[in-house]
């Protein structure tokens, strides 16, 4: 549409874009794009117009609609999981796209009642409350700890992503063997020790001996001191879901 034809007051709402606007939205609309400046809404008239009455309805009755427990039960999960397997899962974050994660993407906004971009204790426990989710209230600050990896005491886009991914979900060979390039640091085909501590230290998270010693206990199956490509995928499929997408197969949202 032209400025000149909008100018003069030629316009439709015939295009697709318009179908899912409701016909308050458009009569706002509409008012807001008088040429008669007598005639035009102020913007006192546009905030106390209907569409912002029914707007805010629609608002407070989808803040009170359960959130998805299955995706909320992730995060508490999530607690007690190796440094190896948050620190995959942080790194699958990096490889998906906008399409792939927007259902999480909105169950994150929803949480994040004041759009901070981070959910707080209380955001995080309205939450869980909210769709049936028991967990205690003095629990709530654990879980945060263990998926907070910026160390701020509150959960960030990123840190929630990595948290209530199902692996299966967005994983295929491809991008399973990227992750595990990532920490197999000298191409052996193995994790090592070694591998670990330089795979840390390049991401700025130093591992002590415990959390090596834990990864070990918790992934090295063989007890042969290294973590195969086999037991990598293990850690992050578990035993009994070890079966892939090829890499031409689409992610299913």
């Keep these: 549409m032209s400025s000149r034809r909008l100018n003069k007051g030629e316009y439709t709402f015939d295009q697709k874009e318009w179908q899912k606007v409701s016909p308050e939205g458009i009569e706002l609309i509409k008012n807001m794009l008088q040429v008669d400046?007598?005639?035009?809404?102020?913007?006192?008239?546009?905030?106390?117009?209907?569409w912002f009455k029914?707007?805010?309805?629609?608002?407070?009755?989808?803040?009170?609609?359960?959130?998805?427990?299955n995706v909320l039960n992730n995060l508490t999960e999530f607690k007690g999981s190796s440094a190896l397997k948050k620190a995959a899962m942080n790194l699958l974050v990096k490889m998906l796209n906008a399409r792939e994660i927007a259902n999480l993407r909105k169950l994150f906004e929803q949480i994040d009642e004041n759009q901070s971009g981070h959910i707080d204790a209380d955001e995080l426990y309205k939450a869980f409350k909210r769709s049936d989710v028991n967990v205690p209230n003095e629990k709530v600050d654990e879980i945060i700890k263990e998926i907070d990896v910026a160390g701020n005491n509150q959960i960030n886009y990123s840190e929630f992503l990595a948290a209530t991914l199902t692996a299966k979900s967005f994983l295929n060979e491809n991008r399973l063997m990227l992750l595990f390039k990532e920490f197999d640091t000298d191409e052996s085909g193995y994790i090592t020790i070694e591998n670990l501590k330089e795979a840390f230290e390049k991401m700025e998270k130093p591992l002590s001996k415990e959390d090596i010693k834990k990864i070990l206990q918790d992934h090295d199956g063989a007890k042969d001191g290294k973590i195969s490509f086999e037991e990598f995928k293990v850690m992050l499929l578990g035993d009994d879901d070890l079966n892939l997408r090829t890499d031409s197969e689409k992610f299913e949202i």
Excluded: F, G, V
Aim: hydrophobic residues 25%.
């Design 54 to 69: 029914i707007a805010d309805s629609l608002k407070d009755n989808s803040e009170k609609d359960p959130l998805d427990a």
């Design 37 to 50: 400046t007598k005639k035009r809404y102020t913007a006192e008239q546009c905030i106390k117009h209907k």
